[in-house]
Every structure is written in structure tokens, then in C-alpha cells.
């Protein structure tokens, strides 16, 4: 199991957009000069946030991206999930057929796993993160209900 660059790059970008579009929408062009990503590469992940109902686009001159909700409603599962589906520890795809059809010895090691991961990323909001990087005053992001 491996978080992609999709997965990355779109919590990078979401990231950016809440913390400039406090103004209005924010163009893709503006996140891909600040964050270093490639303009075509956030259009796509753009298109797959807006199909999950994370984002809205915003025609016109002044256009651009904003939240389709509040920073504090959106966590980093539905970002990542958005833009890469499902990330899955499992070989099977949690379907517990690995071993000849049957679950294979480590599946409920693997199948925990994801819970716990899940669980973590779904604690994590875009407010919260944001919040937690201007507490450290560094680029490393430290959550506090975390030991």
C-alpha cells in the first residue's frame, strides 16, 4: 500500500485553496505556481474533487476554485478517496479471498491497518490542518490527539 502522488498532490492543493480562498475563488494557475504542480495535472484532480462535492468552480473573470464546504467539514479520507479511490493495505482489495478464495493469515493485520489509517485521516480536517501547521511554525504538520 502506497499513498500516490495523486493522493499528495490533491491534499497539497485542497491545503492551498483553503488557505487562500478566504478572499474569493482561487485559480488553479495561482496553486500550481505556489505548490509547484503542473496546471494539467491539478485539472484532473480538480475534475475528480468537483465530481466528489469537495470543491465548486466558479466561471468567469474572477473565477476559479473555492470549498464546496467548510474547511472544518472536509478531512484528508475524502481528499484522498477523491483522487485515488481507496487507499488498501490488503492484497485482495478487502475482498479476504487472497489465499485461495479464503482470507490469507495476515488479512486481519492488513484489514486493521486500513481501519486505523482511515480513522486518522478522517480526524485530520482541513481546518484542523492548517491550524496545527501555523501552531509549529514549521512545514511539518503535528496533531496533538496523536501520541
Known amino acids: 500500500m502506497r499513498l500516490t502522488t495523486k493522493g499528495r498532490f490533491a491534499v497539497t492543493a485542497m491545503l492551498d485553496l483553503t488557505l487562500h480562498g478566504g478572499s474569493g475563488a482561487v485559480r488553479l494557475n ?4 505556489r505548490q509547484q504542480i503542473s496546471l494539467s495535472y491539478l485539472e484532473q484532480l480538480f475534475a ?12 468567469g473573470p ?4 473555492v470549498l464546496a ?10 481528499i484522498i478517496a477523491a483522487a485515488e479511490d481507496k ?4 492484497q485482495c ?11 490469507c493469515l495476515t488479512h486481519n ?26 501552531e509549529n511554525h514549521t512545514h511539518v504538520v503535528r496533531f496533538p490527539h496523536i501520541n
Open 69 to 78: 464546504q467548510a474547511a472544518d467539514q472536509i478531512n484528508i479520507a475524502q
Open 48 to 59: 475528480k474533487l468537483r465530481r466528489a462535492g469537495l470543491v465548486e468552480s466558479i466561471r
Open 30 to 33: 495561482d496553486i500550481s505556481t
Open 109 to 134: 493485520i492488513w484489514e486493521s491497518l486500513n481501519h486505523t489509517i482511515d480513522n486518522h485521516l478522517r480526524a485530520i480536517t482541513l481546518a484542523g490542518a492548517l491550524k496545527a501547521n501555523r
Open 87 to 90: 487507499l488498501d493495505a490488503t
Open 62 to 65: 474572477g473565477g476559479g476554485y
Open 93 to 103: 482489495t478487502g475482498r479476504a479471498d487472497c489465499h485461495n478464495g479464503t482470507p
